[in-house]
Structures are given as structure tokens and as C-alpha cells.
């Protein structure tokens, strides 16, 4: 699934930004010397989460939220102490399925419940309130809210650059993480069990600081 995420980032990368030059250093590294404390903002254009469940037992088929918003506040020499705040646009899932997607956001049939998201469907969010840290991993405790119900999930996350953006010069940290839920916990029980009730998910997300 990563991988799958990182050929979107570099298709959106290639269609939107012109080239840097060859021989150049990234402008990112990953160094945690690099972070400095602060509140830093996602910057929503490249940052990711992507899903994925099991159909049918034959194959795994997945989608991506974008636009994340959010926060993140963080002291390198208390990384225990930081917090996260985002929030998931789910009106804005987008799969490579037309279909699939149409039936994301289907309204239910006769007033009844959607079969998943429906039309309207409001945000998602997610609030930590505990970090483990270990080098460059941690775990991250928080209550995520989708579909109006809240739930408490762990997130394994991982360090993966910081730096200066070399277009607005803005100190930009970069993080990757993933945990498995289960949709029937959040009132998303269509097709269950051939559908599979375990959705992994997979994150990718640039703070910039403020």
C-alpha cells in the first residue's frame, strides 16, 4: 500500500512542480537534528491517507483521502508531549473506480441508511492523547471519529524527513504511519463479512511550521 501511495505523491509531484535540478540535495533529510520546536500545519497538497480492504477474498482494492487539515505541536526534546490534530475530508474520497466511488457517497435507497459513506458524509478526525517515542518511531494513541462514532486507535509511526521547503522556505517535517481498524466499529457494515471489516490504512503527511 505504501508503495501505491508514493506513485501517487510522485505523479501529483511531477504534474505540479517543476524540477529542482540534478545533483541537487533533497530538501529533506532524515535527521532529527533537523526539528526545531513549534506548532507546524499539514500542508494538505501532500498529505495522504490511503485505505485498503479485501473483496470478495479474491483481491485487495484501495483509496486515498486527501486534503488533510491539521495540526501538529512537537518539542524534539520532549517528544513524548506532542500532539496531533487532523482532520480527513471523507466527501473527497477518490479510488480509480468512477463506480466504487459513486457508491462511496451513494445516499441510502428510500431514506434508509447508505451503504457506506452517503452523500454529505461529515468530516473524520483524529486526536492523539498519548505518544511513545523511539528514535525514529512512535506510537500514537488517539480517538478517531469517523461516521460519527469515535473510537481509540494506535497509529505506528515513523520519522521520515525535515527541512526547509525550497519553494515557500517553510520548516516542513515529514511522517508516515499506519494502524488496521474495523469499519463495523464505525457503523460501516455493508457486505459484510466478503467485504472485508478490516481496513488498513496508511498515512502520509507533510506539517510546515508556522
Given at each position: 500500500?505504501?508503495?501505491?501511495?508514493?506513485?501517487?505523491?510522485?505523479?501529483?509531484?511531477?504534474?505540479?512542480?517543476?524540477?529542482?535540478?540534478?545533483?541537487?540535495?533533497?530538501?529533506?533529510?532524515?535527521?532529527?537534528?533537523?526539528?526545531?520546536?513549534?506548532?507546524?500545519?499539514?500542508?494538505?497538497?501532500?498529505?495522504?491517507?490511503?485505505?485498503?480492504?479485501?473483496?470478495?477474498?479474491?483481491?485487495?482494492?484501495?483509496?486515498?483521502?486527501?486534503?488533510?487539515?491539521?495540526?501538529?505541536?512537537?518539542?524534539?526534546?520532549?517528544?513524548?508531549?506532542?500532539?496531533?490534530?487532523?482532520?480527513?475530508?471523507?466527501?473527497?474520497?477518490?479510488?480509480?473506480?468512477?463506480?466504487?466511488?459513486?457508491?462511496?457517497?451513494?445516499?441510502?435507497?428510500?431514506?434508509?441508511?447508505?451503504?457506506?459513506?452517503?452523500?454529505?458524509?461529515?468530516?473524520?478526525?483524529?486526536?492523539?492523547?498519548?505518544?511513545?517515542?523511539?528514535?525514529?518511531?512512535?506510537?500514537?494513541?488517539?480517538?478517531?471519529?469517523?461516521?460519527?462514532?469515535?473510537?481509540?486507535?494506535?497509529?505506528?509511526?515513523?520519522?521520515?524527513?525535515?527541512?526547509?521547503?525550497?519553494?515557500?522556505?517553510?520548516?516542513?517535517?515529514?511522517?508516515?504511519?499506519?494502524?488496521?481498524?474495523?469499519?463495523?466499529?464505525?457503523?460501516?457494515?455493508?457486505?459484510?463479512?466478503?467485504?472485508?471489516?478490516?481496513v488498513e490504512l496508511d498515512i502520509s503527511v507533510a506539517?510546515?511550521?508556522?
Amino acid at each position: 500500500m505504501r508503495k501505491t501511495l508514493a506513485i501517487f505523491a510522485l505523479a501529483a509531484a511531477v504534474a505540479t512542480t517543476p524540477l529542482i535540478g540534478q545533483g541537487m540535495q533533497l530538501p529533506g533529510q532524515k535527521d532529527a537534528s533537523r526539528v526545531t520546536a513549534g506548532t507546524y500545519k499539514t500542508d494538505p497538497g501532500h498529505s495522504l491517507i490511503g485505505w485498503e480492504v479485501n473483496h470478495f477474498g479474491f483481491n485487495d482494492y484501495f483509496g486515498i483521502f486527501g486534503d488533510v487539515a491539521g495540526t501538529l505541536t512537537i518539542d524534539p526534546a520532549n517528544p513524548n508531549a506532542a500532539k496531533v490534530d487532523v482532520t480527513i475530508p471523507v466527501a473527497k474520497v477518490t479510488t480509480a473506480s468512477a463506480g466504487l466511488t459513486s457508491h462511496l457517497l451513494r445516499a441510502g435507497k428510500d431514506g434508509g441508511k447508505p451503504d457506506f459513506f452517503g452523500p454529505a458524509p461529515a468530516d473524520a478526525r483524529f486526536v492523539s492523547t498519548k505518544v511513545v517515542a523511539s528514535g525514529m518511531t512512535a506510537k500514537i494513541t488517539g480517538n478517531l471519529t469517523l461516521n460519527g462514532v469515535t473510537k481509540e486507535v494506535t497509529l505506528d509511526a515513523e520519522f521520515t524527513g525535515a527541512g526547509a521547503n525550497p519553494f515557500n522556505k517553510k520548516e516542513t517535517i515529514g511522517f508516515e504511519a499506519d494502524t488496521t481498524i474495523k469499519r463495523s466499529d464505525f457503523g460501516i457494515a455493508y457486505g459484510l463479512p466478503v467485504i472485508s471489516d478490516e481496513v488498513e490504512l496508511d498515512i502520509s503527511v507533510a506539517f510546515e511550521k508556522q
